[in-house]
């Protein structure tokens, strides 16, 4: 089955009388009549469930459904996006080691690095992922790679191909962030990724209305990530394992509309009064755009980001006029939304640290919305009209 249809469909089998939409099970704790029954279930040597930290109809359901999409062998549903990176990084690599990741992380995964993993000894080599070159010397001799499938805020697009394979042949797992792309523009396993992960309350869950996280791989280290998260107890709950699922049924119809949309938007912006500089990865002069062409499958999404004159302010004054945009400090929702990384994804970073990323004061990341986009174009250019 193609990527849409898998979206629709995976992660459940109907027979007859089986509901169409999945019920949702709440239950902490299934009862048995049978010891060894129990036993052989606990053991995972049986179907079933007996305890909710440990498993759940809905979570089965949505880790199947999305290892399905991203052509892995199985898949751990966690209490958040951040949950989830936690569980593979440490399943990966379960004693201190050498890192290496992008320096343009999301924020919440550079503070993740920096305030838990380096204090507990790993040592951490945060280096531009573009530069293929100082790539292949620091992969030698590292215990793990992590990278983001489009960089937060400025959509730039690594080699995840030639990354892989570097990392392959030096026998280092490499773990990819796929929330911006979702399943449905790239698949980073198929690529030589040992594991990926999302934060489902973006574009999978897709609503802005659940917080959640998946990571899928191989079925041993799935296993080894599953026994810590149900150990540390970050395991998914009933409610939001059955939205994410609901949300991911209609992933490839919202792709599409967020890519023709972020496209759109991206280039009238470079028009409008006050912005310096878009950043899209689909954009011709986009230092990630043959990269882009051949790694995204068909589109990038509805992340794009731009520079405006005149810093915070020009920033506070274009937010007071929107009449349809909001600023919200998430991405991937049906709803256009800006944030401002300055205080949002990016302010546990210095204010040098964020110039040598490119993010300024005038940066304002964009997630494009699945609304008409003609009306989105609207309202951003009325709102930086003179
Ligand atoms: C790229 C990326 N990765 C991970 C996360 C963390 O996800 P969550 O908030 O679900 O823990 C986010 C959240 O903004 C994100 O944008």
Redesign the pocket.
């Known amino acids: 089955m193609k990527p849409a249809s898998r979206a629709v469909h995976s992660g459940r089998e109907l027979e007859a009388r089986t509901p169409l939409a999945p019920d949702i099970s709440p239950a902490a704790v299934h009862v048995y009549t049978d010891l060894d029954d129990y036993d052989a279930v606990a053991r995972g040597e049986r179907p079933g469930h007996f305890y909710g930290r440990n498993s759940n109809a809905n979570r089965d359901m949505l880790e199947r459904a999305v290892a399905d999409l991203e052509g892995a062998e199985a898949g751990v549903a966690t209490a ?6 936690h569980a593979a990084i440490l399943a990966l690599a379960p004693r201190p080691a050498t890192i290496v990741a992008s320096r343009e992380l ?1 924020g ?2 550079l503070a993740l690095l920096r305030q838990d993993f380096e204090p507990a000894g790993y040592e951490v080599n945060f280096l531009d992922l573009l530069d293929l070159d100082g790539l292949r010397r620091a992969v030698d001799g590292a215990g793990l790679v992590l990278a ?1 499938t489009i960089t ?1 805020p400025l959509c730039r697009v690594p080699d995840l191909e030639a990354l892989a394979s570097m990392a392959r042949s030096r026998g280092v797992p490499l773990i990819v ?1 796929n ?2 792309a979702s399943p449905i523009l790239c698949r980073p396993i198929g690529l030589g990724a040992a594991v990926v ?1 999302h ?4 574009y999978i869950g897709g609503h802005s209305d659940l ?3 998946v990571i899928v791989g191989s079925a041993s280290v799935m296993t080894a990530a599953r026994t810590r998260s149900v150990r540390t107890g970050t395991t998914l709950g009933p409610f939001d394992a059955w939205l994410a699922l609901r949300g991911l049924r209609t992933l490839d119809v919202r792709m599409r509309r967020h890519s023709d949309n972020g496209l759109a938007l991206a280039r009238a912006m470079r028009t409008m009064p006050g912005v310096t500089r878009v950043h899209h990865p689909l954009l011709e002069d986009s230092p990630s755009f043959p990269v882009a062409r051949r790694l995204l499958l068909w589109g990038a999404g509805g992340m794009m980001s731009f520079d405006l004159e005149g810093g915070r302010a020009a920033v506070q004054r274009m937010m007071t006029r929107f009449r349809l945009v909001s600023f919200a400090a ?2 991937g929702g049906v709803e256009t939304t800006i944030s401002y990384p300055e205080i949002t ?1 990016h302010r546990s970073l210095s204010a040098e640290e964020r110039s040598v990323l490119g993010v300024g004061p005038g940066t304002v990341r964009v997630s494009v919305g699945i609304e008409d986009a003609d009306d989105i174009i609207a309202d951003f250019s009325q709102a930086l009209a003179g």
Do not use: I, Q, R
């Open positions: 958040s996006g951040m949950a989830a990176l999301y919440g995964t983001e937060n962030d929330t911006f992960m934060s489902a309350t973006k917080v959640a996280g998430s991405l994804s």
